[in-house]
């Protein structure tokens, strides 16, 4: 039986592709979470008057792919002791934060942000939110796959190769 895992990490394109690698991942859709209005577009959270987070809801196949898993690719696809932000990208809608489906995926979320926090790893704090699922809102058709429509397999520019 499927579940669901749902995690924001910054700008959802990048957080999305990789999770699409992962074997035992189902399905994924990008989308918001954690906010005020009903069925925000993305214009709506870019207004930061929303509380929304942009996330990535993953399905997965527990019996290929464990929860642990999926919060290692989590971990290691974003600084989170950057608080409201990632790289170039600020605001609200781009923190740290792991939405948990039950009491299970809580404890382990739990446990998982302890050890980053306890292994050295980073200099500041891990501020990662750890929260209980809240609706999901799909976000618009051309932010879903957004990068791979597009060859492309991060949000940052490759750097020009000189001669």
């Known amino acids: 039986m499927e579940k669901k895992a ?3 990490a910054g700008c959802f394109w990048g957080v999305e592709s ?10 994924t859709e990008v989308g918001f979470e954690g906010g005020t209005l009903a069925n925000p577009s993305y214009r709506d959270v870019c207004s930061h008057r ?3 987070a942009e996330v990535v809801e993953v399905t997965y196949d527990p019996e290929r792919v464990s ?3 999926l919060l290692d690719v989590f971990w290691g ?8 932000r990632q790289g170039f990208d600020f605001g609200d809608q781009y923190r740290s934060v792991v939405f948990v489906h039950d009491a ?3 404890e382990a979320a739990e446990r998982s942000k302890v050890e980053l926090d306890a292994s050295g790893r980073y200099r500041k704090p891990v501020v990662t939110a750890i929260e209980p699922a809240q609706t999901f809102y799909r976000a618009e058709d051309y932010h879903q796959q957004y990068l791979e429509k597009r060859g492309r397999s991060s949000c940052t520019p490759a750097l020009a190769q000189t001669a």
Do not use: I, L, M, S
């Open 50 to 52: 929303t509380g929304h």
């Open 6 to 8: 749902t995690f924001g």
């Open 67 to 69: 929860y642990e898993q």
């Open 104 to 106: 299970e995926q809580r």
């Open 18 to 27: 990789a999770f699409r690698q992962v074997d035992g991942v189902t399905k």
């Open 77 to 84: 696809k974003h600084n989170p002791t950057q608080r409201n």
